[in-house]
């Protein structure tokens, strides 16, 4: 799976962005679909996981109550609404696929990665 995330920006604090991952390649709908983040000098943490039909999502408690994430697999694209938005949420913002639910909130286990996208909150 080849995985393109978009939608990142600048933002007040308190706005919201929509992130988008297009994927290509082998079956999307196969795949737990997971957004991470990496901020300046930090690891690369969870944020959320969707299972393949949508109707799973988990989330990082950081972000509870505020992202969205959800799914169109016919559209083969995964989105990661991101409201209310605080300085600290500021990173780069990578989407991962992973086969299995249980491994949804492990870096390690995910196959494949996009690029990123960058989301910068100003105060």
């Known amino acids: 799976v080849q995985l393109q995330a978009s939608g990142g920006g600048l933002v007040q604090a308190g706005g919201s962005l929509r992130l988008s991952c297009a994927a290509s390649?082998?079956?999307?709908?196969?795949?737990?679909m997971g957004w991470f983040r990496q901020g300046p000098g930090k690891e690369r943490t969870f944020v959320a996981a969707?299972?393949?039909?949508?109707?799973?999502?988990l989330y990082a408690g950081s972000v509870e109550g505020r992202f969205a994430i959800s799914r169109d697999n016919a559209r083969d694209t995964v989105y990661l609404l991101m409201n209310s938005l605080r300085p600290e949420d500021a990173a780069v913002y990578y989407c991962?696929?992973?086969?299995?639910?249980?491994?949804?909130?492990?870096?390690?286990?995910?196959?494949?990665w996009g690029q990123g996208t960058q989301v910068t909150v100003s105060s």
């Open positions: 991962g696929a992973v086969l299995r639910w249980r491994y949804c909130r492990i870096r390690a286990k995910y196959s494949f």
């Open positions: 390649g082998r079956t999307f709908s196969y795949y737990v």
């Open positions: 969707i299972d393949w039909s949508g109707s799973s999502t």
